[in-house]
């Protein structure tokens, strides 16, 4: 869950496949992991699931959390993004997208990661079908540490206070159901959607979702907005 991302949003493809919405805070090198469980935990990795079968208990072990516990082994860090009141150099960077069987495992070549930012936090996925073999996914990109916000999670009236998840821009793109990208990433500069919004396929191509009008961090006022708006994507595949 740490290095690969816990599931977000799911997609069915037929009865027996479906689209899983991946985001990730960190990242681990399987190669680094797999000599941390054989080394310290005397796990056999040659196997199938071996998180499965020896580190899924979280009251018993833990295999990620004792990676990252011990302090000896190399994370990759990402990006630093504020958090309370220290700088988190492991935050969210990374959506992606798994192709997944009726059994739960991950078909393919894994995890297609769609949406990456070393500097800016990616989160607020969408994943919703067009019912012509199209999906469109969606995500929010949040505000970046090269934009040297200054840091004041509790007084935004001057409008210039740095919040966690302050929407920076958010994009849209299509993809088929084998994680091929057929159109995009299109940047929408003036809509976007929260991070509990859910879309609404339409009919015809189309996806509807409530937004508020220039919901970045140009236009932030502290969360307080009062005019809802909606917009329709159309796809360009349907005529």
């Known amino acids: 869950m740490i290095s690969n991302g816990g599931g977000h949003t799911v997609v069915p493809v037929d009865a027996d496949t479906n689209l899983s919405v ?3 805070p960190k990242y681990i090198e399987d190669s680094n992991m797999d000599m941390f469980l054989q080394d310290e935990l005397g796990i056999d990795t040659s196997g199938d699931g071996p998180f499965d079968e020896e580190c899924a208990d979280n009251g ?3 295999c990620f959390f ?3 516990d011990s302090g000896e082994y190399p994370v990759i860090s990402r990006q630093g993004l504020y958090s309370g009141d220290a700088l988190d150099t492991t935050s969210l960077t990374r959506v992606g997208i798994a192709k ?3 059994e739960g495992s991950i078909e393919g070549n894994g995890i297609e990661w769609l949406a990456t930012d070393s500097d800016c936090q990616i989160s607020d996925p969408q994943l919703v079908d ?3 073999g199209r999906y469109l996914f969606g995500y929010a990109q949040f505000q970046c540490i090269s934009d040297n916000l200054p840091y004041n999670r509790s007084n935004n009236k001057s409008g210039d206070a740095m919040r966690m998840l302050v929407p920076k821009a958010y994009y849209v793109m299509e993809i088929d159901a084998d994680l ?3 159109e995009g990433p299109v940047k929408l500069t003036d809509y976007g959607w929260g991070g509990l919004d859910e879309p609404m396929y339409l009919g015809n191509g189309k996806v509807a979702w409530s937004y508020i009008k220039k919901p970045t961090l140009d236009n932030y ?3 307080q907005q009062n005019v809802w708006q909606a917009i329709v ?3 360009d595949s349907v005529n």
């Open 221 to 223: 006022i502290g969360g």
């Open 233 to 235: 994507y159309h796809s």
């Open 130 to 132: 067009l019912k012509n």
């Open 60 to 62: 018993i072990r833990n």
């Open 100 to 102: 997944v069987d009726g």
């Open 22 to 24: 991946i985001v990730s």
């Open 66 to 68: 004792s990676y990252i």
């Open 180 to 182: 091929n990208v057929l």
